[in-house]
C-alpha cells in the first residue's frame, strides 16, 4: 500500500526510502517456507516485486544515482547486462565512483577492448571520491592486466593497497596473491598470509 500512495507523487528520496522497506518485506516473505512458515501467493509476490522495480525505476528518472545503481544491480541480477551498463555508465559520466567502478568492470568482463579507454577515464575520474576502494581495486585489475594501458604489476600493487586500505576484501586478495609470488612487490610470505585472512574475513568468496 506504501508504494501505491507514494509512486505518483513521491519525491526521489522518499521513493528509494520506500523502496528499501518493501525489498525487505519481499525478501523476507520469500524466505518464509525455508522458515517453516506458510508461504504467500506467489502472485503477490510476484506484484510486490513489480511495484518495487517501478518505485526504483521512478527515483532513477527524478534523478537519484542511488536508485540508478540499485536499478542496475537487479538489471545485472536478471542477466540485462546491457540494461546495467546503460545505467552504470551514465552514473559513471557523472563522477560517481559506484558507477565507474559497475561500468568499468561490466567492460572487463565482458572483453569490450575499444572501451577500455573510457573505463579508465572513469575510473581516473573517481579515484579521489573512492570511498569503499572499489575504484581502486577496478583500476589495479586494469593495470594488472594491461587494460587499455601497458600492464603495470608495480602500480596494481599500489592500487589494491589502497583498495584494501579502504576495507576492500578483494584487493585483499589480490595483494595475497601478489605478495606470495612476489609480483610488482617483493614477496613476503607472512604478509600474504595476513591479507588472506582478512579477505576471507571480509567477505572475499575467492
Known amino acids: ?8 507523487t513521491g519525491n526521489a528520496e522518499e521513493l528509494v526510502e520506500v523502496a528499501k522497506v518493501a525489498m525487505i518485506t519481499f525478501e523476507f ?52 547486462v546491457a540494461g546495467a551498463m ?15 567502478a559497475k561500468a568499468a568492470e561490466i567492460l572487463r568482463r565482458t572483453e569490450e577492448t575499444t572501451r577500455y579507454p573510457d573505463a579508465l577515464r572513469w ?3 573517481t579515484l579521489a571520491t573512492d570511498e569503499d576502494g572499489m575504484v581502486h581495486y577496478v583500476r589495479g585489475l586494469y593495470a594488472f592486466n594491461g587494460l587499455g594501458c601497458p600492464p603495470n604489476q608495480v602500480a596494481a600493487f599500489g592500487f ?3 583498495a584494501a586500505a579502504k576495507g576492500q576484501a578483494d584487493a585483499m586478495f589480490e595483494l595475497y596473491a601478489m605478495l606470495a609470488q612476489g609480483v610488482g612487490c617483493t614477496a613476503n610470505p607472512a604478509r600474504a598470509v595476513e591479507y588472506c585472512v582478512q579477505a576471507a574475513e571480509g567477505g572475499s568468496i575467492r
Not at 500500500?1 to 505518483?8: A, F, G, I, S, Y
Open 160 to 162: 589494491h593497497e589502497q
Open 123 to 125: 575510473l581516473d575520474a
Open 86 to 100: 546503460e545505467l552504470f555508465e551514465k552514473q559513471a559520466e557523472l563522477g560517481h565512483p559506484k558507477g565507474a
Open 1 to 8: 500500500d506504501n508504494l501505491r500512495k507514494v509512486l505518483p
Open 29 to 80: 516473505r520469500l524466505s518464509e517456507p525455508m522458515l517453516g512458515l506458510e508461504p504467500v501467493d506467489k502472485d503477490l509476490l510476484r506484484e510486490l516485486y513489480s511495484l518495487i522495480v517501478q518505485t526504483i525505476e521512478r527515483a532513477t528518472e527524478l534523478g537519484s544515482s542511488e536508485a540508478a545503481l540499485w536499478l542496475g544491480d537487479l538489471r545485472f541480477d536478471e542477466d540485462d
